[in-house]
Nanobody
Framework: QVYLVESGGGLVQAGGSLRLSCAAS????????MGWYRQAPGKQRELVAT??????????NYADSVKGRFTISRDNAKNTVYLQMNSLKPEDTAVYYC????????????WGQGTQVTVSS
């Protein structure tokens, strides 16, 4: 069993920055994608950003709403993925969830418990 532990959430004013971290407790086998999703009150969970493993090209994918403001990266040696969030907006307020999933059919799919990000106007 792999556990994903998120950190870095909090309260920030609009225009500010936060950096989220997600560390995996065990081995995340390749090929895989790690990333961040978010869920605001009354809304469905949505993709924020993902990044594939090195063996899969380290390809990044962003939601249109965060392109140019958020940057996802990963440290494979530490089994950790990061989300640098700049120019935050009130509409970025949500619980942010870390995800790690296999890119193989019927592979693993792990979720963290979530970290709250609140952006005040």
């Amino acid at each position: 069993q792999v556990y994903l532990v998120e950190s870095g959430g909090g309260l920030v004013q609009a225009g500010g920055s936060l950096r989220l971290s997600c560390a995996a407790s065990g081995s995340i086998f390749s090929p895989n994608a790690m990333g961040w999703y978010r869920q605001a009150p009354g809304k469905q969970r949505e993709l924020v950003a993902t990044i594939t493993s090195v063996t899969s090209g380290g390809i990044t994918n962003y939601a249109d709403s965060v392109k140019g403001r958020f940057t996802i990266s990963r440290d494979n040696a530490k089994n950790t993925v990061y989300l640098q969030m700049n120019s935050l907006k009130p509409e970025d307020t949500a619980v942010y969830y870390c995800n790690a999933r296999s890119l193989l059919p019927n592979g693993y799919n792990y979720w963290g418990q979530g970290t709250q990000v609140t952006v005040s106007s």
